[in-house]
């Protein structure tokens, strides 16, 4: 089978058309359960790649296309608003309550609330829980 591959290999594309309808003649007079059914099948399947791997080689040379698409310069300028923070304000408020509010709206003053320390609460024992336990090493 490796010399029918190699021999493949270096056929063109016409001669492995050629050797497929030759195969596939040999094939139709042959039972499906024979061994050789099988080996001629393969053996068209060899032949198929390589007139796969030929028409792809056909069209990579055919192939014009530039490796990279040339599309030309792109001119942008950027412009970036400096808007105060009175300006924003406004424009928030009147999207969105849809109103069109012209006068200039203050921010509310934000109080810090004054932190005050938290207590702990200091967990006592239940009486009632408490027992006397003995310790190491202590004397009576």
Do not use: W
Request: glycine share 2%.
């Amino acid at each position: 089978m490796s010399d029918f591959f190699e021999r493949v290999q270096t056929m063109n594309s016409d001669r492995v058309f050629e050797e497929i309808k030759t195969l596939n003649e040999k094939l139709f007079g042959l039972n499906e359960a024979s061994p050789i059914y099988h080996q001629i099948r393969d053996m068209i399947d060899v032949c198929n790649m390589r007139q796969a791997d030929l028409m792809a080689t056909q069209m990579e040379e055919n192939n014009k296309t530039p490796d990279v698409l040339d599309i030309g310069e792109i001119v942008s300028e950027v412009y970036t608003p400096e808007y105060s923070e009175q300006d924003l304000i406004t424009t928030l408020s009147n999207f969105y309550s849809k109103t069109k509010v012209k006068k200039k709206l203050t921010p509310e003053p934000v109080a810090n609330p004054v932190q005050q320390p938290v207590q702990q609460p200091v967990a006592e024992a239940s009486p009632e829980f408490t027992i006397e336990v003995p310790k190491f090493g202590a004397k009576k």
